[in-house]
């Protein structure tokens, strides 16, 4: 069982920056990809940008490319978000998630096997 605690949202205004970290316990950080995941008001939880458990591979969602970078430091048991060029747009809750590093589906919420509470990320114009 792993549990997943994000922390480092809040409150910028657009232009800003935020680093988003998820700490992982309970379980081997190294056999699992990680996801961040964002949901808005009213709207589905979509992923915004994933890595595999090596940190080789990296996955951005195109709204954010350019913008965010995600890492991790598979010592630490943690990865993190990098947010840059914040726009209104990004605001909604963000979540970490755990996938097996045997299971497909970077893309979908479902393949995710943990996840954390969620930090919300509110980007004012």
């Not at 969602?61 to 430091?73: A, H, L, P, Q, Y």
Request: glycine letters at 12%; aromatic letters at 12%.
């Amino acid at each position: 069982q792993v549990q997943l605690v994000e922390s480092g949202g809040g409150l910028v205004q657009a232009g800003g920056s935020l680093r988003l970290s998820c700490a992982a316990s309970g379980g081997t950080f190294r056999q699992y990809h990680m996801g961040w995941f964002r949901q808005a008001p009213g709207k589905e939880r979509d992923v915004v940008a994933a890595i595999t458990w090596s940190g080789s591979i990296t996955y951005y969602t195109d709204s954010v490319k350019g913008r965010f970078t995600i890492s991790r430091d598979n010592a630490k048991n943690e990865v993190y978000l990098q947010m840059n060029s914040l726009k209104p747009d990004d605001t909604a809750v963000y979540y970490c998630a755990a996938r097996h590093y045997l299971k497909w589906g970077t893309l979908e919420a479902h393949n995710y096997d943990y996840w954390g509470q969620g930090t919300q990320v509110t980007v004012s114009s």
